[in-house]
């Protein structure tokens, strides 16, 4: 049996709408104890390849793990659960968060919004006064 791929897993369990943090969770527990196995088989004097071998025959199929988990309806995410609400709020809230986005961009970017509003200021005024110099050479010229 081949070495188990932990990433692999965590985006199948994500995919299959298992909840972020019970992913995560649930693959960082399946590594440790990969380890603690891998640890096990070497300190009983296997080679580091035929240990992780073992360890991974030991654990068993990922695929079992996956489906053991899909079936658990409550490590499901909540859009999951209830598609038809999902389906009614996320729209709802884009909607509701829209005219927010503008506000925090400015917030995050208050300097370059400052300094765009000086140049912006210092431009119309250069422009005024050459328009102003213009007026002025055509009454007096």
């Known amino acids: 049996m081949r070495e188990p791929s932990f990433k692999r897993l965590a985006h199948r369990l994500l995919k299959s709408g298992i909840a ?3 992913a995560h969770r649930a693959v960082t527990e399946i590594r440790d104890h990969y380890d603690d196995l891998v640890d096990a088989a070497v300190e009983d004097g296997a080679s580091s390849q035929d240990a992780r071998q073992l360890a991974a025959s030991q654990l068993g199929s990922m695929d079992d ?3 053991a988990m899909i079936a658990r309806r409550e490590l499901k995410t ?3 659960r209830f598609p038809r609400t999902a389906i009614m709020i996320y729209p709802l809230a884009c909607l509701a968060a ?3 986005v503008p506000v925090f961009a400015g917030i995050a970017n208050a300097s370059l919004i400052a300094r765009w509003g000086a140049s912006l200021l210092a431009a119309g005024l250069f422009t005024a006064a050459l328009l102003l110099l213009l007026q002025l050479s055509i009454l007096f010229g």
């Open 65 to 67: 793990l996956v489906s």
């Open 78 to 80: 909540w859009a999951y």
């Open 20 to 22: 972020p943090r019970h």
């Open 98 to 100: 829209l005219p927010a």
